[in-house]
């Protein structure tokens, strides 16, 4: 068993032929807590896209150890998640279960118990049978840190989790992300609040686009290196090329 998690190998993650992510190395350790971090535009979301599975790489590649393939929990911005549709409460909790239910039968007793237990630990209890369109904000993401209670995988990809939500919200759900690291469980998250990683990530990849600083947060986040990454991003070019990388003679067209 190795001790890197998730390896990234010259990966550059692009949209429409512009370099998201770009030429980026390196290795979330197993266990690990790692915040990352950047300015707007640097590629964090689609650096968790990739790892995630919903965006190809346009050139390197990301390797997952064999025992964690499959067993990755993500956690989407809530901007991305459309909670018009009529859903309580409970089932939206009950959807951590869905790799170990076969289909065609739904949660057991014992499953849903699970749930209902999931939800009195994020602070939900009796909110099993409410509409989610009708929680707040803080609510919400306390049901979507349920469901990934659920799921109790051994690495979790977080993007943004902590984006528009009141701060006791905020601090109980940080106390959950501190007792997964406790437990072993390799936690990658996409931030925004430097202080916030600060007290409470040992570990941050600062990118903007490329790799500024990748290790320990004290390290990482001294002046030289955010300015760096700022500098950086004032000279980005959204028209510019992707770099052209050589073709392998087995490649398609």
């Given at each position: 068993m ?43 979301s ?122 006791r ?35 941050t ?40 990388l ?8």
């Amino acid at each position: 068993m190795t001790s890197a998690a998730i390896t990234l190998h010259d990966l550059t993650v692009a949209y429409h032929h512009h370099p998201a992510v770009h030429h980026l190395s390196g290795e979330f350790a197993r266990g690990s807590l790692t915040a990352v971090v950047g300015p707007n535009g640097a590629g964090k979301s689609s650096l968790l896209d990739a790892l995630v599975g919903r965006l190809a790489p346009a050139s390197g590649r990301i390797d997952i150890a064999r025992d964690l393939v499959g067993r990755i929990a993500y956690l989407p911005q809530q901007s991305q998640i459309d909670r018009s549709f009529p859903v309580r409460v409970l089932d939206v909790a009950q959807l951590g279960h869905w790799n170990r239910l076969p289909w065609w039968s739904g949660p057991t007793a014992s499953q849903r118990k699970q749930a209902v237990q999931a939800l009195a630990t994020v602070g939900l209890s009796g909110f099993e049978d409410r509409w989610v369109n009708e929680m707040s904000v803080g609510q919400f993401q306390r049901l979507l840190f349920a469901r990934l209670l659920l799921q109790d995988a051994p690495v979790i990809l977080l993007d943004e989790p902590f984006t528009a939500i009141d701060e006791r919200t905020c601090a109980d759900l940080l106390v959950l992300v501190a007792r997964w690291h406790a437990e072993g469980r390799t936690i990658v998250a996409v931030l925004h609040d430097i202080s916030q990683v600060r007290q409470h990530f040992p570990q941050t990849l600062l990118l903007a686009r490329e790799a500024v600083a990748w290790g320990a947060t004290s390290e990482v986040l001294s002046a030289q290196h955010l300015a760096r990454a700022r500098e950086i991003s004032l000279h980005w070019d959204s028209r510019a090329e992707w770099c052209h990388l050589p073709v392998a003679a087995n490649a398609p067209p």
